[in-house]
């Protein structure tokens, strides 16, 4: 199996017994079960006319968005890649999750042009999904690197 060099500034391994990351990581009924109710709950929120109200803060639509979006690409990131012993280069991490976020965001901003109340087809909160997605992609990624037994991300490994 080829090793791959890492940097001095790469994630590490968490130190102490190997395996429950991991078996968390790779469990992958669990990340596609997760992703089936984040789109249930993603279509039950876009079917609303008025949502729940928090704390108003600044840009909180886009950062809701971005947050929202970010947990459905980390569940889909994960359910795809993490089983693997050979993950695929971080670049396939955020691609997944970019991919998949610009699809279910153009079709929830769409849903949501035909919920009364609603507006729908707003460009910055599709561009907030994405981000969204791009950045659960990437905390994906590095979650799986932090994996203590896998031989992929282990230097030590032969």
């Given at each position: 199996?080829?090793q ?8 590490r ?6 395996g ?10 669990l990340?596609w079960a997760?992703i ?7 279509w ?10 928090g704390p108003e803060?600044?840009f909180k639509d ?12 980390f569940?889909l990131a994960?359910a795809l890649?993490a ?5 695929p280069?971080s670049?396939?991490w955020?691609?997944?999750g ?9 079709l929830?901003?769409l849903h949501?042009?035909f919920?009364?109340?609603?507006m729908g087809n707003d460009?910055g909160d599709?561009l907030?999904d994405?981000c ?5 992609g990437?905390?994906?990624w590095?979650?799986r690197?932090?994996?203590p ?7 030590m490994?032969?």
């Open positions: 199996m080829a791959r060099a890492h940097g001095a500034g790469d994630a391994m968490i130190p102490g017994p190997p429950v990351l991991t078996k968390l990581l790779t469990t992958r009924w990340w997760g089936l109710l984040w789109a249930g709950l993603l039950w929120l876009s079917s609303r006319s008025a949502l729940p109200s803060f600044p886009k950062v809701l968005h971005c947050a929202y979006f970010s947990g459905g690409a569940c994960t890649f089983a693997r012993l050979e993950s280069p670049w396939a955020l691609l997944a970019f991919i998949f976020t610009a699809l279910t965001g153009a929830d901003e949501q042009s919920t009364p109340g609603r460009p599709w907030a994405v969204g997605g791009v950045l659960g990437w905390l994906a590095r979650a690197r932090m994996c037994d896998q031989p992929s991300f282990n230097p490994a032969k």
